[in-house]
């Protein structure tokens, strides 16, 4: 069975920084694409990041030159490092890993990122 704990959320104010954090255990193998989502209150779930295993990334236009996803394949976790947050980052944010040539779906509990303003 293969778990993600995501950690690293919290509180902190507008323009400050966050790093969210990924750990993926259990029996995954064959990790592909390794991302982020996150589900304000009231909206759908959106994609904030992902990356590749080769390193590709894609981001939302709105997190763009303020957020970067990175990953550690030897340990199977994927990072967000979160900078200049804004109140409309406020979310819960999942992690999300697809593996076996994207036959498999996995996803984290989520984590709460609240920015005051």
């Known amino acids: 069975q293969a778990q993600l704990v995501e950690s690293g959320g919290g509180l902190v104010q507008a323009g400050g920084s966050l790093r969210l954090s990924c750990a993926a255990s259990g029996r995954i193998s064959g990790i592909d694409s390794m991302g982020w989502y996150r589900q304000a209150p009231g909206k759908q779930r959106e994609l904030v990041a992902s990356?590749?295993?080769?390193?590709?990334?894609n981001y939302a236009d709105s997190v763009k030159g303020r957020f970067t996803i990175s990953r550690d394949n030897a340990k199977n976790m994927v990072y967000l490092q979160m900078n200049s947050l804004r109140p409309e980052d406020t979310a819960v944010y999942y992690c999300r890993i697809t593996a076996g040539g994207g036959r498999y779906e996995y996803w984290g509990q989520g984590t709460q990122v609240t920015v005051s303003s």
């Open positions: 990356i590749t295993a080769g390193g590709r990334t």
